[in-house]
């Protein structure tokens, strides 16, 4: 369901994209081409001066919260997944090719390219550099911790490509099964 915010501003989504009848999306949102919105999907830019901007080839998953608050913006660059659960909030802006993985939180940071934020961590207030892993729980809210953070690995790389093309054939299956309706 797509819903203005009350500065009626109203969710911009390409037609190349699909979402979820039971996604919501409210106020200033931008949705870019190829985009994979789940079922129950949240994203929300009602706060005044709020936006929230995911570019191509993302995928936001079942139960996936996005919000920004008053004056800020969630950046979800190209070829981003954020998996099942995770939140996401603004400001915050994550660059192109990352993972969320599920439960985890994002908070207020900048994270660069080709990083992974594994299941049920929590990254706040810091800025992360490209090709890093958060993993599995972990907790980066002190900008000293990202130098200690291992970098992507192989397997990494290609378990987070191979859920980028999983979820852009959904998005073609899900448009065909439309068309055939």
Not at 10 to 24: F, G, L, M, Q, R
Not at 28 to 43: C, E, F, Q, R
Not at 129 to 144: A, F, R
């Given at each position: 369901?797509?819903?203005?915010?009350?500065?009626?501003?109203?969710?911009?989504?390409?037609?190349?994209?699909?979402?979820?009848?039971t996604a919501?999306i409210?106020g200033?949102?931008?949705?870019?081409d190829?985009?994979?919105?789940?079922?129950?999907?949240?994203?929300?830019?009602?706060?005044?001066?709020?936006?929230?901007?995911?570019?191509?080839?993302c995928?936001?998953?079942?139960?996936?919260?996005?919000?920004?608050?008053?004056?800020?913006?969630?950046?979800?660059?190209?070829?981003?997944s954020?998996?099942?659960?995770?939140?996401?909030?603004?400001?915050?802006?994550?660059?192109?090719?990352?993972?969320?993985?599920?439960?985890?939180?994002?908070?207020?940071?900048?994270?660069g390219?080709?990083?992974?934020?594994?299941?049920?961590?929590?990254?706040?207030?810091?800025?992360?550099?490209?090709?890093?892993?958060?993993?599995?729980g972990?907790?980066?809210?002190?900008?000293?911790?990202?130098?200690a953070?291992?970098?992507?690995?192989?397997?990494?790389a290609?378990?987070?490509?191979?859920v980028?093309n999983?979820?852009?054939?959904?998005?073609?299956?899900?448009?065909?099964?439309?068309?055939?309706?």
């Amino acid at each position: 369901m797509l819903y203005p915010n009350p500065q009626n501003q109203h969710p911009k989504i390409s037609e190349k994209a699909w979402v979820s009848e039971t996604a919501i999306i409210v106020g200033d949102v931008t949705i870019g081409d190829n985009v994979y919105v789940a079922h129950n999907a949240i994203i929300r830019a009602d706060e005044r001066g709020s936006s929230v901007k995911i570019g191509d080839n993302c995928n936001v998953q079942d139960n996936v919260i996005i919000h920004a608050l008053s004056n800020s913006e969630v950046i979800i660059e190209s070829d981003t997944s954020l998996a099942h659960g995770c939140i996401v909030h603004g400001p915050c802006t994550l660059g192109q090719r990352c993972f969320v993985g599920f439960g985890a939180v994002v908070f207020d940071c900048n994270i660069g390219d080709d990083v992974l934020v594994l299941h049920n961590a929590t990254v706040r207030a810091v800025e992360i550099p490209s090709e890093k892993v958060v993993s599995d729980g972990q907790v980066v809210t002190k900008q000293d911790d990202v130098g200690a953070l291992d970098v992507i690995t192989p397997d990494l790389a290609k378990f987070k490509s191979s859920v980028i093309n999983a979820n852009v054939e959904l998005v073609d299956g899900y448009k065909n099964l439309a068309q055939e309706a």
